[in-house]
Nanobody, 122 residues
């Protein structure tokens, strides 16, 4: 059974940085795409970034140039967040789906973590 556990959330002032991590377990074989999503209070969950087995990445326009998604050999996925803004305040979720293509939509992802809170103060 696939399990995703996020860590690294916290509080930071605007302009600061945070690094989120997602520890994945239960993948048996094959290609998969990892993604990060976020949900601010009173708003819908939105896609942030994705990475596939070939380390190809894609980002939402709102975070392009500020956030970097990566993964390591231990099947952990990371989201480096720099130049944070108050609008980045949200619960951040790690998600996964099998397949080699980059995915961006919530329905495309089968597995989800519990989320980690990021708060950016002005």
């Amino acid at each position: 059974q696939v399990r995703l556990v996020e860590s690294g959330g916290g509080s930071v002032q605007a302009g600061g940085s945070l690094r989120l991590s997602c520890a994945a377990s239960g993948f048996t074989y094959g290609y998969f795409c990892m993604g990060w999503f976020r949900q601010a209070p009173g708003k819908e969950r939105e896609w942030v970034a994705s990475i596939n087995n070939f380390d190809r990445t894609t980002y939402a326009d709102s975070v392009q140039g500020r956030f970097t998604i990566s993964k390591d050999n231990a099947k952990n996925t990371h989201l480096q967040m720099d130049s944070l803004k108050p609008d980045d305040t949200a619960a951040y979720y790690c998600a996964a789906t099998q397949g080699w293509s980059l995915r961006r939509s919530i329905p495309d992802f089968n597995y989800w973590g519990q989320g980690t809170q990021v708060t950016v103060s002005s």
